[in-house]
């Protein structure tokens, strides 16, 4: 169970980099490497939360796994939440996007962190 959750949190950090990565290397890189660079955030990312998640460091799994499900939990809610509670505001999911997926993502980190290091052993 503890493997599938783990591959679910990875794949998920992935597509969510893909996703947000998908703006920032087209306005600094040359036309068509946009999605071979996107491509390679999503790896670094999956590849980081994959070892993170499965390290031995208590802190270091308590920090990937806090930021991980924060970060989806803010997402999503900021994402759907305006489409539910104001379908007629056009800007809503960017809440999603660029507040509260980013803040539950370091918010999660030191919760995470403060967590794991409050535990014994």
Wanted: hydrophobic share 55%.
């Amino acid at each position: 169970m503890y493997l599938l959750a783990r591959f679910a949190l990875t794949l998920v950090a992935a597509v969510a980099a893909f996703i947000g990565s998908r703006w920032v290397p087209g306005a600094f890189l040359p036309a068509g490497t946009q999605d071979m660079a996107s491509s390679a955030i999503a790896l670094l990312v999956a590849a980081g939360v994959w070892l993170g998640s499965g390290s031995r460091s208590p802190l270091m799994r308590g920090a990937v796994l806090g930021a991980g499900w924060c970060g989806a939990i803010g997402f999503v809610g900021g994402f759907f939440g305006p489409m539910l509670f104001a379908p007629d505001a056009n800007q809503g999911p960017m809440l999603g996007l660029f507040i509260t997926g980013p803040g539950g993502v370091v918010f999660g980190a030191l919760a995470g962190l403060a967590l794991a290091a409050g535990k014994p052993g």
